[in-house]
Nanobody
Framework: QVQLVESGGGLVQPGGSLRLSCVAS????????MAWYRQAPGKQRELVVK???????IYADSVKDRFTISRDNAKNTMYLQMNSLKPEDTAVYYC?????????WGQGTQVTVSS
């Protein structure tokens, strides 16, 4: 079983930046795909960005050119750099890992964009 722990959320003003981290309990080289999802109050969870083991990335249109996903294999960590944040980016952000037999979720980290 893979454990995922997110961190880095918080309160930021519109136009600000945050970097989220997701630390996995095992080597992320064994994980087929990792992703960030988010869920705003009263809305369904939605995909923010995903990255495959080979490095292919797919971003939601709403975050393209503002968010950047990266991986540090040596630290078993995935990052989400979020720039030019907007109030509509406010949500709980979840880390997701997909293996051949199962997928796993972190506990989530709150991101609030407000003045």
């Amino acid at each position: 079983q893979v454990q995922l722990v997110e961190s880095g959320g918080g309160l930021v003003q519109p136009g600000g930046s945050l970097r989220l981290s997701c630390v996995a309990s095992e080597s992320i080289l064994s994980i087929i795909m990792m992703a960030w999802y988010r869920q705003a109050p009263g809305k369904q969870r939605e995909l923010v960005v995903k990255v495959t083991r080979s490095g292919t990335t797919i971003y939601a249109d709403s975050v393209k050119d503002r968010f950047t996903i990266s991986r540090d294999n040596a630290k078993n960590t995935m990052y989400l750099q979020m720039n030019s944040l907007k109030p509509e980016d406010t949500a709980v952000y979840y880390c997701n890992a997909v293996l051949t037999t199962a997928q796993y979720w972190g506990q989530g980290t709150q991101v609030t964009v407000s003045s």
